[in-house]
Every structure is written in C-alpha cells, then in structure tokens.
C-alpha cells in the first residue's frame, strides 16, 4: 500500500505555512522570493499529488507550466531587485514605501 | 385668395430676419426703409385680405400653415384664422405700425442702436399678428409672449438708465403673473374639451360647467388685466413710459396693451356662459376707468398723463366688453387706436422739439412754434375729450350707451371718468400749447423747432383717422357699421332692451355735457396756473399709493424671505449640510489613509489574515 | 503500527523527503546569511523532487532538479553575490508591531484550519477516484510520454503562451537589470557641449573678421 494523500497534503500545507510566514517576517526581498518558490512548491506538491489521486495527468502538466511561470517570475522579480539596489544600495522591502497613502 | 393671409404675419418676420442677418451691411436709412417697407407691405396683404372677406361667403376661413404640435390628444396646428374679427384687428395693427414705422425713422435719427430699435420693432409686429391671426390659444399665446418680451426690450431700450431698465423689468414681471391667468384658461379649457382652437372650443362649450365657464373667465380676466394694463396690475403702463415714444405710441397705447381686450373679445363664446365673470370684467374695467383718469389729472409729466389715460381708456374697452358690447369696444379699440397714436405721436413731437423735455410745467405757448403738431394734437384732444363730431364722441358714446342699458351704477362711473377724460387731456393741452412760454430754461434760449417731414406726415394722417374714424360705426348706420361686420364672430349674449333714438340722443347729450364741463373746468383751473396743490392730490399723483401698498404686502416680504434663504438656509442648512458631508468624508479619509502605510508585509499579512477568516468560517460550516 | 499498513520503504522515503523539505524551508527562512538561505532552498527543493518520484511524477522531479535546483537558486546565489548583500542589516529588528504574531498566529490557525477541512472531506481520504474520466497514469518512461502528449495536444496553446511568456520575462529582465548608461551619456555630452562651444567660438571669430573687414 503506498503513501496516502493525505500526508503529503499534510507536507504541503506546512511547507506552504512555512513560506507565507518567511514572506511575512523577511525584510529582503531575495529572500521573500525564495519563500515565495516554497509556496509554490508545496502547490506542486498538491498538484502532483491530486494527479495521482485522480489518475490524471492534467495535474502534472500544470505543475509544468507553473515551473515555467515561476522561472519567469523569479527572472523579471530579481531584475527588478537588481535595478532597486542599484538606486537604493538595499533590498530591504520595507524601504520601499512610497505608494503609502 | 386667402393664401394673403399667411403673408400679413410673414412679411414683418422677414424684415426682421434679413435685418438681422444683414444689417451690419445697411445703412441706417436702409434698414428705417426696409423696416417701414415690410410692415406697410403686410398692411397692403391686410386691405386685400380685407376685401377678399368682405367679398366671400364664408367669413371664417383657417389657413393651416403646419402641424405644429400633435401629441396624444393634444394637436395644435400652426394655423391662421381670418375672420372679421382678425382681419379688422390685423388692419389697424399694420396700419398704425406702418406709421409708427415711419415716424420713429425720424424720432430715432442719431440714436446709437438704431438697427436694433427696428429689429425689435419688426419683432413685435410679427408676434402682434400672430396675437391676432392664431386659430388656437397656444398659437396666440406664443404672440401673447412674444409681445411681451419685444415690449419689454423695447421699454428698457435705454438700458443704460436705471429707471428705463427696472421699468423694463417691471413691465416683464407684471405681464407674467397675467400669463398664469391665461395658462390657467388654457389648461381648464383643455381639460373639459380636449381641444385649444378657438372655433374647436366654440363648439363645444356644452362640456363646460358654469363653474368652470367662470373659472375660464376669471383666469381670462387676470390675464386681460396684465396685458392690458387693468386693476389689479396696471402700474406697469406708466413706468412703461421709459421706453422711446414711438414704443409707447405703438405698444403701450394702440396695440399691445389692446391684447387682452381682443382676448375677451375672441373668447366671447366663452364669456356668454358667465355673467358672473361678465360682471366681474365690467366691473374690473369701469373701476380701472375712474381710478386712472383721476391719477392723470394729477401727473406732471406728459407721457405719464397719456399712459394713464390709455388705461383709462382700455377700461372703457374692458367695461364693454363686460356688459357684453363687444362690437362698441372693439369700435373704441379702433378709434383709440388712432387718437392716442396721434397724442404719443405729437407729444413726442413736442417733446423731440424741446430736446427730451417731458416735465409739462417747462413748456406752454408751443402753439405758435410747432404749426403742423399743434393742430393734429388739438384734433387728438378734441377726440379723446368726446366732442362731436370726432371719433372719440361715437365710439365712448358707443360704449356708455351699451352699459346704461345693462348697468346704471356702472354707467355713473363711466360718465364720470368722461368728465375727467376731457378735464386732464384740457389741463394737458393748456399746459403744453397755451399760457407763457416756460421752456426757455430748457431749449437755452432757443426757438423751439417743428419735426421732420417723416414725423409730421403720420400726424396728419392720424389726425384725419380721428376726425372721421366715427364713419366706422355711426348709430343710425345699421347694416353697415363695424358692429354689423364683426358681429357673428361674437358670442351669444342676451339682447339688450333696444335703444330708441331718444334715448341715444339723450345719452349723446349727457356725452357731451360731460365733455363740455370738462373742458370749460380746465380752463378755468389751468389757464393761469402751473401747479396746483389742491387740483393735483398727491394721493392721485402718488398713483393712489398702489405701488407702495405692492411693496408693503408682497416685495417686502418675498425680500425678507429671500434675505432669510439666502443668509440661514443657504449658509447654514445648504452650505452646512454640502460642507459637513465633504469635511467628514475627508476626516474619515485622512483616518483610512494611515492604513496604506506602503508597507509591503503588512498588506500580506492582510490577505493572510483575511484567508484565516475564510478558512475559520469553513471550519465553523464543517462542524 | 506504520509497518503493519504500509510497506517500510514507501514509508522511508516519505519520512526523509518530508524532513529535508521541512528544515529546507524552515533553514531558507531562519537563515540570516542569504547565501545559506539560497542552499537551504536546495535542500527543501530536492526534498519536493523526491516527494515527486514517490509519486510517479519522474519527469517533473528531473525539471525540479535541473530548473529550480539548478537554474532558478544559482540564479539567486548569482544575485546575492552580485549585489554582495551577504547579510541582512538587522535581522532580529522587526520594525512593523506584532507582525511576527501576526504573521504566526494567522498561519498556524489558516494550515491548521485547512488541515482539518482536509480531514473532513472525502476527497482526501485517500480513495481513488474512478469518475474524473481522467488518464490512468502509467509509471516510469510511459509517464513522460503522457506528460508530453498532454503538454503538446491538450495544452498546446498554454504552452504557446508561456514561450511568449518567457521570451517577455527575458526582454523585461535585460531591461530591468541593464546597466543605465547615465555617466557615459554625461561624457557624451559634455563632448557634445564643448565641441558645440569651439563651434560658437569659430563663429565668433568669423563674424569679428567680417565685422573687422
């Protein structure tokens, strides 16, 4: 009998909790974006997790495309990570306030 | 033939119109010319239209332009109706109108807007006819307006004196409370028999009650009184004097003023159904007579004395039209017509010929400097005093004699106001013509001036007018008079006992010895005086105090009732109210704002929070 | 009680992927060296691509590998080295008011709320389900197969879309990142004034010659 699903839904939910609260509690922006690829990951993890469940391989293939998107993401979101520190010399969020009301 | 007919209203409208659109290109003679032309050409279409009724079997034709309004139940055609009645009234509005024309060509010479004054001019002859000429009320309420809006223009044409546009305003104000009467009949009239034209409303006044055919008459007689200048709203007429003296000639004497009187008269189908609101018309008139002759004989100013005497006059007409004379009053409204454009006319020439002066204590002894206006305007006085054989002996006589047969109080009145007719033109015509000459102060020493051939011309041919207009309807000349043409536009009216001839030659006599005392006490009184504190009441000169009590009851009150919106519901309740709301939803704001701290964490945490609440209320669902 | 349900190495391997995944992630946000944050995400990353072979899922676990673990955390170390932003200034400061409990409270009562919904509900009882119409999926090699049949039939536009996608996120990371050229434009320019002056300056000089003759 192999693993059930609910355990690995289990891993994801606190692999998610884990990134939302470092996205919560982390000032650089580097680093929210590495919690922001675990929440992903514990999707995937999901998503994988209900292809096999439901015996669809629909799952997987969002799973791809979700990696693809994040690639992308993660490419455009350190550009512009470059580009603040390269005006401000930090990649503290919390600097970065301007739109405040 | 009847297709003249539509040319009588158009022609003036198109002299308005190309003046408008070209006169910065025309000269000023030009445009005097154009605008004398179209009106005299529109007086032209009148005569032929005149004969072509005369000639025809039937008296009543329309002429239906367009469609102007059709809605639901409501179609009002643009439509002109020719009958005795509007074609009588057409001619003598184009006629005089064609004079006035060519008399204010002159009279206006030298003034800055002189384009304009002719505009205007054109303006309101159009809306005069199409007063006059309409088939329905809506029609001729258009005209109704259209007058009143070119009088007002034309009263406040000296704008830039005070006097001359709050006259302009006054006029505009008074015109429009009688309007509401005239909307009011509209809408009652309406209401009961789905129709507006006259010959529509005509036949089927069985659908109207005798309380609403009173109610219609009442509201038609408010509106008379505003446009004509009655009890309670006639002290718009003398302040209408500010206005150049050919507008008070041609609106505010022969034509405009005589609106409502043709009002009454149209509606006389609707009239015959109340005597109540005929006696109340009697009444209104015959009261209005007395008190504005007794106000002239104490004005100073000679315009004013003509303007009150017009009111005097027009209550004649309304005192007939009440005893159900319709005939007798539009005769006075013809031959008033044309002796009081004479009066305006020659005071204005006597007033052209002093430089503007119209204070009657600074002139006197004109009559050897003016030798064509001193005769015209000795006719005119002669006319409107009653004496015979003039015009203004047999259209008054007319009149008085129709209401000694219904109504003999009212009749005292009438002869008494006659009295005071002949006393108040003598003293006027003593004043200005006979005594010393007092003017020098104000022509500096100067020979006073005859006026210009354009201004003499309509003098002598108004004075001819006044001499034989009385041939229009002469007692003995049944079959053949005014009364005999018009009379089966008229409504229903029960017949009088008949007037034998001895009566008529008593009444006549009574006529003249009315005259007669008036004129020998003016004499006596005026022929060395100047002023006079116990002729001229300052009760009477002050217009009986009937502005002052308007001002007490109804101006000062609106005043403090607006200074009240103005200073404590506008400022407090509006201002608090617009203020309040925009000052808390900026409080609330600048206290909502310290949440968008820019504080990228903080709005997660939020989206984090508001996922717990979803979340915690599933859970809460599940259990 | 564990053996007696499931066969030992299923559960062994389940245990470790869960373990490296859980102090990866836990190391990427404790961490106040970025670099160590960077490799702790390895580790919580190769964790997920062993949980994706648990499951069949051989081809994603390859991509996790290669892509997250290889492309997407060098590109990371790449910047933290670049930026030289070794360590965060005042890691242990937190300057927002009870974010911290906030952020932990919110989190643990969402996983916890989820976890229990989850073990409500009968689609993760671990049932397969027969009525999603879905591909059995198959193991080992047939299962690229089907991942790619699916990637270049059913979701052929997708894929489509995110080529362009990523040809966009390129162009904006060059632009985004691209060195601006401030102090070369400035030298450019001052070239260009002075070369502008001398201009004015020769004319000058010609128009006093001409005022001179």
Not at chain 2, 80 to 103: A, K, N, R
Not at chain 2, 515 to 535: C, H, K, Q
Not at chain 3, 79 to 103: C, T
């Amino acid at each position: 009998m192999t693993i059930p699903v609910s355990w690995f839904l289990v891993l994801a939910a606190v692999l998610f909790g884990v990134g939302a609260f470092g996205v919560l509690t982390r000032r650089s922006a580097l680093i929210m974006f590495m919690c922001i690829e675990l929440m992903l990951n514990a999707v995937n993890l999901t998503f994988v997790t209900f292809a096999r469940t439901m015996s669809d391989i629909g799952g997987q293939t969002t799973v791809f495309f979700i990696m693809v998107v994040a690639a992308a993401e993660v490419t455009v979101g350190l550009g512009i990570v470059v580009a603040v520190f390269r005006r401000r010399s930090s990649t503290s969020v919390d600097e970065l306030s301007e739109l405040q009301g | 033939m009847t297709h003249l007919a539509p040319l009588i209203m158009i022609l003036p409208l198109a002299g308005f119109l190309f003046v408008l659109l070209n006169g910065r290109s025309l000269g000023n003679r030009s445009v005097g010319v154009i605008a004398t032309g179209v009106v005299g050409l529109s007086f032209l279409a009148s005569v032929l239209t005149f004969v072509q009724v005369l000639h025809d079997h039937s008296r009543e034709v329309t002429v239906n332009l367009f469609t102007w309004i059709s809605v639901d139940t409501l179609h009002v055609p643009a439509a002109i109706l020719v009958d005795p009645l509007s074609i009588t009234m057409s001619l003598f509005v184009t006629g005089i109108s064609t004079l006035i024309h060519w008399y204010s060509t002159a009279y206006m010479e030298g003034e800055k807007d002189f384009r304009k004054f002719f505009l205007y001019l054109n303006l309101f002859v159009f809306s005069m006819l199409t007063l006059v000429l309409a088939n329905n009320l809506v029609l001729t309420f258009v005209g109704w307006e259209g007058v009143g809006v070119c009088s007002y223009w034309l009263v406040s044409y000296y704008f830039d004196r005070d006097a001359a546009a709050s006259a302009g305003k006054k006029a505009f104000i008074y015109n429009r409370v009688g309007d509401v009467g005239l909307l009011v009949a509209m809408f009652l009239l309406f209401t009961h028999t789905h129709t507006l034209t006259y010959l529509g409303v005509f036949s089927s006044t069985s659908l109207l009650s005798p309380t609403v055919a009173t109610l219609v008459v009442l509201a038609l007689l408010l509106a008379a009184t505003g446009k004509s200048a009655q009890i309670p709203l006639f002290n718009w007429l003398p302040d209408a004097m500010e206005g150049p003296t050919p507008v008070s000639a041609l609106i505010h004497a022969a034509t405009m003023v005589t609106a409502g009187v043709y009002l009454l008269v149209r509606m006389s189908p609707v009239l015959a159904l109340s005597s109540s609101g005929r006696m109340s018309i009697a009444i209104i008139g015959g009261v209005t007579a007395f008190v504005a002759a007794t106000i002239a004989t104490a004005q100073k100013d000679i315009k004013k004395v003509l303007a009150f005497s017009t009111v005097s006059q027009i209550g004649y007409m309304v005192l007939a039209v009440g005893v159900g004379a319709y005939g007798a009053a539009i005769f006075l409204m013809v031959s008033h017509a044309f002796f009081k454009a004479l009066l305006f006319l020659g005071s204005g020439s006597v007033i052209h010929s002093l430089g503007g002066e119209q204070d009657m204590r600074k002139m006197g002894g004109l009559a050897r400097w003016l030798p064509l206006t001193f005769p015209t305007f000795l006719i005119g006085w002669l006319t409107i005093s009653g004496v015979p054989p003039f015009a203004g002996f047999w259209s008054k006589g007319d009149v008085l004699t129709n209401v000694f047969t219904h109504n003999k109080p009212l009749w005292v009145l009438g002869v008494l106001t006659a009295i005071l007719t002949a006393y108040y033109m003598s003293r006027l015509f003593v004043l200005t013509f006979r005594g010393s000459e007092r003017f020098r102060e104000v022509t500096h020493q100067h020979d006073p001036h005859e006026s210009p051939v354009a201004m003499t011309v309509p003098l002598l041919i108004l004075a001819v007018l006044s001499v034989f207009g009385g041939v229009l309807d002469l007692p003995w000349a049944h079959g053949f008079s005014l009364t005999h043409f018009l009379a089966p536009t008229f409504g229903y009216v029960a017949p009088s006992a008949a007037q034998s001839t001895t009566l008529q030659t008593g009444l006549a006599l009574v006529d003249v010895a009315a005259a007669a005392i008036g004129l020998f006490a003016a004499f006596t009184i005026w022929r060395n005086r100047v002023e006079s504190a116990t002729f001229e009441k300052p009760f009477f000169e002050h217009v009986w105090h009937w502005d002052d009590a308007y001002d007490a009851t109804l101006a000062r009150p609106l005043a403090t009732a607006a200074q009240f919106s103005s200073d404590v519901v506008e400022e407090r309740v509006i201002d608090g109210a617009v203020e309040g709301l925009g000052g808390s939803v900026r409080r609330s704001g600048e206290g909502i704002r310290k949440l968008q701290a820019g504080m990228v964490r903080q709005y997660a945490l939020a989206m984090v929070l508001g996922a717990t609440v979803i979340v915690v209320y599933l859970v809460g669902r599940v259990r | 009680m564990l053996a007696t349900t499931y066969a030992i190495p299923d559960v062994l391997v389940f245990v470790s992927a869960a373990v490296m995944i859980l102090v990866g992630a836990v190391g990427v946000i404790a961490m106040t060296n970025p670099v160590h944050s960077a490799l702790s995400l390895i580790l919580s990353l190769l964790g997920v691509a062993v949980a994706f072979l648990e499951q069949s899922a051989d081809f994603l676990a390859a991509v996790e590998i290669i892509v997250y673990a290889g492309a997407i955390v060098v590109l990371f170390l790449f910047v933290i080295m670049f930026l030289g932003v070794d360590k965060s200034k005042h890691p242990h400061v937190e300057p927002l008011v009870g974010q911290r409990w906030f952020a932990g409270l919110g989190v643990a009562i969402t996983v916890a709320g989820v976890i229990y919904l989850m073990a409500n509900s009968h689609w993760v009882s671990g049932v397969l389900s027969a009525s999603t119409g879905g591909t059995a999926l198959a193991t080992g090699a047939g299962n690229v197969t089907q991942l790619g049949d699916s990637v270049f039939t059913t979701y052929l536009l997708a894929f489509e879309a995110t080529a362009g996608l990523l040809i966009i996120a390129v162009v904006g990371a060059v632009l985004l990142a691209r060195r601006e050229r401030t102090a070369e434009v400035d030298d450019v320019d001052d070239d260009v004034e002075e070369t502008a002056a001398d201009a004015g300056r020769f004319d000058e000089d010609v128009a006093s010659q001409e005022v001179e003759s």
